[in-house]
């Protein structure tokens, strides 16, 4: 739960960092005139930069409250070449979109603090960019964050990095969101996403990962960084990663999807894993004998593991390495299953610690390829991690309304029972939903969908809260059910419901009905208790939520 509230607490300092500073001038950059353009960009200045193929090995230090885009964002600007297409050092309010980055022969982008954490990169935005073909097969990065403090990666593309680099490397980088995005690498060994080297605050989510088959790590908390990359904030030490989240993503191929390396913590919640050659995660220390902590209390649950395993039990879940307290992870209400056996027997993994709620040899009811809808108790988050524009059809016997953030201060946390952190407005969701490539959509169950009134007396009062009492633990299409998540069971949602609408959805309700409601059964507070911490979420059929 702390660390949750961790990340909760970046994220809201996320979103009061990512705020657009004014911009002040537009200055066309034509082809030739960048080099010289960027080294004389001022506070609030935006480069609008002609289509064409512009030179790369491009450097900055300094740069503030400057915008870089293309011109016309239907025909592209390119940066091409050079070590770096692009390196700024101490950057501060730098937003970079609608360009391509090309042929780096080091990396991509590369933002840092000129070698001093004292002065970071503070407040940087790369949004719907390519990054493509970049290194020559060594440790080269599509993007790489060094040093960097608030940052949004959104809805970019990245295309084949070096075999022994990262799509996005944040080493020692804090309070960051990567969202939307597409990472495809098509041969050799490479990673994904790796934060490490004090790295802390940072989500990663409703991404794609597409790696070739036996090669890569998708997704992987901390890894093996010289002493002298680290950069701690709040006094910290002793970890290569703190307070990662992994969520929503959709991850393809690869030698591992789900990677914890020398952390404390890291929670992996709602991902789709679908072949990966050889481990679903690694639990690992890649720093033996270091000052870093031994890896630890990692979390993997509400996920979805398809895999191709032909030996009879499905060994493979989990590579556990040396001098790591694997028996400290936690598992629950995964889903698992085996191509190679589709029974519960071969689809069962082996697990370094129980798992309650997992779902052994049945077939997931998801597509990749299509939109993916995540249910919870709150409503419903939708996920389209495709290339593919299209629509999503809402069951039209429920209303929702759609969650919309009011400023970039609104965090969206989906497993807690309010998700909705900071400034959000909600607005009527047709049953029709548009779904743009790589996006999310997030839907609230509106207060007509959550029915309290448990005995059907017109009334939500403390007679519903008994008759919820009195149903608690049954089964089939009882008043009490009152939570339409086709459970059929009267459990603690329905009791979450209860609580949630009681005096206010109905204002007849008698003002002494509290009083009278007797004390909740002491296993029933422990159930409320869990609602409230924990949100267990489930995938759905397109047009059924």
């Not at 960027?38 to 030179?55: E, K, R, S, W």
């Not at 690869?254 to 952390?263: H, L, Q, Y």
């Not at 988050?381 to 593919?388: G, M, Q, R, S, Y």
Request: aromatic share 8%; charged share 15%; hydrophobic share 40%.
């Amino acid at each position: 739960m702390l660390q949750h509230l961790g990340v909760r607490c970046a994220l809201a300092a996320i979103g009061l960092l990512l705020t657009h500073p004014t911009i002040a001038a537009d200055i066309q950059v034509q082809l030739g005139q960048l080099p010289t353009a960027l080294q004389n960009a001022m506070p609030g200045d935006n480069l609008l930069l002609a289509p064409g193929v512009h030179a790369g090995g491009l450097f900055r230090a300094g740069l503030q409250n400057v915008t870089i885009r293309s011109s016309d964002p239907t025909d592209r600007a390119i940066i091409r070449g050079g070590i770096n297409n692009l390196q700024l050092s101490d950057a501060t309010n730098v937003t970079i979109e609608q360009l391509v980055f090309e042929d780096g022969t080091g990396n991509g982008i590369n933002i840092d603090d000129g070698g001093s954490f004292e002065t970071p990169s503070t407040n940087i935005t790369l949004r719907d960019i390519t990054v493509r073909n970049v290194g020559a097969g060594g440790n080269n990065d599509g993007i790489k964050l060094s040093g960097v403090t608030g940052f949004l990666i959104d809805g970019v593309r990245v295309l084949n990095w070096g075999a022994g680099g990262s799509a996005v490397d944040p080493v020692g980088s804090h309070n960051g969101l990567i969202q939307n995005s597409l990472f495809r690498h098509t041969a050799g060994g490479s990673s994904g996403v790796r934060p490490k080297g004090g790295s802390k605050n940072i989500t990663i989510r409703a991404n794609r990962f597409e790696l070739p088959s036996g090669d890569g790590r998708a997704i992987q908390f901390g890894g093996s960084t010289g002493a002298q990359f680290f950069r701690f904030i709040d006094g910290d030490s002793g970890y290569e990663a703190d307070s990662m989240v992994a969520a929503g993503n959709v991850i393809v191929g690869g030698n591992s999807a789900a990677n914890w390396v020398n952390i404390d913590g890291g929670v992996y919640h709602h991902n789709v894993i679908q072949r990966p050659s050889r481990w679903t995660m690694r639990i690992l220390n890649e720093n033996q004998g270091g000052p870093y902590v031994d890896t630890r209390n990692g979390v993997f649950r509400d996920n979805i593991a398809v895999f191709n395993d032909t030996v009879s039990e499905y060994s493979q879940a989990v590579n556990i390495g040396p001098e790591t307290e694997a028996s400290t992870f936690s598992f629950a209400n995964n889903q698992w299953f085996n191509l190679a056996d589709p029974t519960a027997a071969g689809s069962t993994p082996s697990l370094p610690s129980a798992e309650p709620g997992g779902i052994y040899g049945q077939a997931p009811n998801v597509d990749i390829d299509d939109v993916i809808a995540w249910e919870f108790d709150w409503g419903v988050w939708l996920v389209n991690a495709t290339e593919n524009a299209t629509s999503f059809m809402l069951d039209d016997s429920l209303a929702f309304e759609l969650a919309n953030e009011a400023d970039p201060a609104a965090v969206f946390l989906p497993s807690q029972a309010d998700p909705f952190v900071g400034p959000w407005t909600f607005s009527n969701a047709s049953n029709d939903l548009p779904m743009a490539p790589f996006s999310q959509r997030i839907l609230r169950f509106s207060a007509s969908d959550l029915n309290a009134d448990s005995n059907a007396d017109g009334d939500i009062d403390g007679d519903d809260y008994l008759a919820w009492q009195r149903g608690f633990g049954g089964e089939g299409l009882l008043l009490a059910d009152g939570n339409f998540n086709d459970d059929d069971q009267v459990d603690a949602d329905d009791l979450s419901i209860w609580l949630s609408q009681f005096g206010l959805a109905n204002q007849a309700a008698p003002s002494g009905a509290v009083d009278a409601i007797p004390e909740l059964p002491t296993m029933a507070l422990a159930i409320v208790a869990a609602v409230y911490c924990v949100g267990i979420g489930k995938p759905r059929r397109r047009g059924k939520p």
